[in-house]
């Protein structure tokens, strides 16, 4: 192997091991801290947890296989091996961005049908509704599995994902349908509802100004702080998401209409090693961003170390 392959396995050991770390540790205490704090658990919230579930079992089980792999310079764990370890990124993956596309869908409703409730969804619609989505996406997971496409080691030789370069019909309907109902459709039904947010918002804004004080401006001016912060908060996720899984789309749509050899091995490696960026994301803004998880959180870290100064 010559040289400069050597020193992008590096960059690529460097990368998955720090999202192994990093993102076993990120996603591990927001997890904690809300599995500690139910009443923490607001509806908007338990699909934040969900995601770091999910996440946290990326950082933990599927980047692992692959950084062990970058140090061996080569897939060293045999076809099966291969094919869980795919399987595991595709549905990680997709379970974060259904996930904060309902939470999305779910806070537009909220605001835009009843300013009063402090959910559109009850827990247990919440629940059911997160159940359906990981159901969702294991069907696309799964596919690959079972004939409609295909697994397999790609880019440099140290991880697996799907094989985008096809010249099959069965593959590329699979592929018309995975790029709709996991990304395109996804994406538009965000941004409709951000856009959406953004107005109401923007007129409950204008109806603070008009008011003349008392319980109910108050009241207006609570509501719209905290829901001004929630929605730049899952703006950010949804942002930090596209960012991470952006060039890695680009590169897919362009082996599937121009075959592998249109992009280097280096290229598909890269950028689907910083497609799994996005375990660490969601979490970093949670800490960064809901200061009531924050501040449960550093109890929790305070209590962990009470002990050890007590002896």
Known sequence: MSLSYTRWLFLVSFMEG???????????IVFLTFCKNPHLLTCQNMFILSITFSDLSMSLVA???????SFRQKWPLGS????????????FGLVAITHLTA?????YLTISKSMTSSSFLSR?????????LWVYTLAFSVAP????SRYDVHGLGVSCSIVWDTDNITEYVYFSFLFLGCFIAPVCLISF??????QIMRHLRIRMFNSHGGRILKEMRRFYIHEKRALIRF???VLAFLTAYGPYAVVSVIVITCGSSAVHPVVVSMTAVFAKTSCLYNSLVNVLCYKRLRKEMFKLVLFWKQPLNSS
């Open 80 to 91: 099966t091996a291969c094919q869980i370890h795919a399987f595991l990124v595709f549905q």
């Open 18 to 28: 720090f999202i192994c770390i990093v993102g076993a540790f990120l996603n591990g």
């Open 193 to 198: 509802c951000n856009a959406s947010l953004l």
């Open 103 to 107: 939470a999305t869908i779910e806070r």
């Open 145 to 148: 599995l079972i004939g409609l």
């Open 235 to 237: 703006a950010i996720m």
């Open 124 to 132: 247990h619609q919440t629940l059911f509704v997160i159940a359906i």
């Open 63 to 69: 980047v692992p296989i692959a950084w062990a792999a």
